[in-house]
């Protein structure tokens, strides 16, 4: 008999007026947990990634976007029309009965039509309202409308991103956005825990800059205090050396020395044992002085043998590195399959990636695929 998922947020209601991809992203995780999701979406068109492809699933109406399927699983659609009276007073009903709304639209919008949280926070207290913006709702560009990518250009990610001598350049994946729906899936969470003690809700404001600001992390660290402004290099790191990617005979590997035993474990697999014990590198501040000479001397290292035998050699005496996959070789690694991160299609699902964490070896899997327009009538479960 397979044993029934987690579910610790069974019971919990969260009204998801967001779309894209960061509000998407926190529902996605509350519906993993268990909670019941309702996603309000446009009559006719729905969330703007429903036509974000190739390539898709499906066909006809029940056709969907990859890029939908990845942040949309466990949830019920329901299409409102938010510029009519009766679509605004079908979101209000809901809202008297929720634990949780989401929204991402523009600093003031909601307002327009009293779904922000100054009207609906009287008509159910105990409601948790987060509201996901690009700025904030305070401050100088709080009514701007906020992307990822321009978030990373504004927040200071691009500028540490690319080669040094190249453009800067965004992440592979909308990675603002991402962690965006992480954060305000915590913020959900801990005030679902505060409200057992106090009864109340909260007004949650989480924006895109602001966690990716905060998301700088050493970056932004060593800019206060260093008082030097970190600038792009490739994929080395500021502050280790050697922390970067490099080539071998046959493709790339990276190296992660993290201390000097590690560094010292590392010559003496490349067959260069005494430039660990040479002064100028045998500690990470030295190292990090030394950069210039040093990483030439290890590239010139690496290039000799091929990735497999410099990781096999590596792993063995303990020096962190890794082969650099593409998303293929991702999905199909013995790792990934043994952990039961892929869920294969099945008749009612498309194939998708598992929720990441297991709740004691297990892990939480919302119940319902990815959800077609309107699939559900605008009302909770009993």
């Avoid at 209601?13 to 993993?32: E, K, T, Y």
């Avoid at 035998?309 to 293929?328: F, K, N, Q």
């Avoid at 070896?361 to 559900?376: C, I, M, T, Y």
Wanted: proline share 8%; with cysteine; hydrophobic share 40%.
């Amino acid at each position: 008999m397979t044993p029934t998922p987690p579910r610790p947020l069974q019971g919990v209601r969260v009204l998801d007026l967001s779309r894209v991809l960061a509000g998407p992203w926190a529902s996605q995780i509350l519906a993993d947990y268990g909670a019941d999701v309702l996603k309000v979406e446009r009559p006719g068109s729905g969330d703007d990634t429903r036509a974000w492809g190739p390539p898709w699933w499906g066909d006809g109406p029940q056709r969907q976007s990859a890029y939908f399927i990845c942040a949309n699983r466990g949830k019920r659609s329901v299409a409102i029309d938010l510029t009519e009276p009766a679509g605004i007073e079908q979101v209000r009903n809901l809202a008297r009965e929720a634990d949780v709304l989401l929204e991402n639209y523009k600093v003031g919008q909601l307002a327009k039509y009293g779904l922000d949280a100054a009207s609906l926070m009287p008509l159910n207290p105990r409601l948790i309202y987060c509201s996901i913006t690009g700025y904030g709702q305070t401050g100088p560009l709080a009514s701007k409308a906020g992307y990822d990518f321009a978030i990373q250009a504004e927040a200071g990610l691009m500028s540490i991103t690319g080669q040094p001598d190249g453009e800067p350049l965004k992440v592979g994946v909308a990675v603002v956005d991402l962690m965006t729906g992480l954060y305000a899936a915590t913020a959900i969470l801990a005030a679902l825990h505060e409200r057992q003690h106090s009864g109340r809700g909260r007004v949650l404001d989480v924006a895109l800059f602001d966690v990716q600001v905060t998301a700088l992390a050493n970056q932004a660290s060593n800019q206060l205090v260093g008082g030097v402004t970190p600038r792009r290099m490739g994929n080395a790191h500021p502050n280790i050396v050697p922390y970067q990617a490099f080539a071998t005979a046959d493709g790339y590997l990276v190296l992660a020395v993290g201390n000097d035993a590690q560094f010292a474990r590392f010559c003496d697999v490349a067959g260069h044992p005494e430039v660990a014990r040479a002064p100028r590198y045998a500690t990470n501040p030295a190292r990090v002085q030394h950069r210039g000479e040093l990483v030439p001397m290890v590239a010139q290292w690496l290039r000799q043998r091929s990735t497999a035998a410099w990781c096999t050699d590596l792993d063995a005496a303990g020096v962190p590195c890794a082969p650099i996959h593409d998303i293929a070789q991702v999905m199909a690694h013995p790792h990934t399959q043994a952990r039961g991160l892929v869920l294969p299609a099945t008749e009612a699902r498309p194939p998708m990636v598992a929720h990441p964490v297991c709740f004691d070896g297990q892990r939480p899997q919302a119940d319902l695929a990815p959800p077609v327009l309107g699939n559900s009538e605008a009302r909770w479960r009993a």
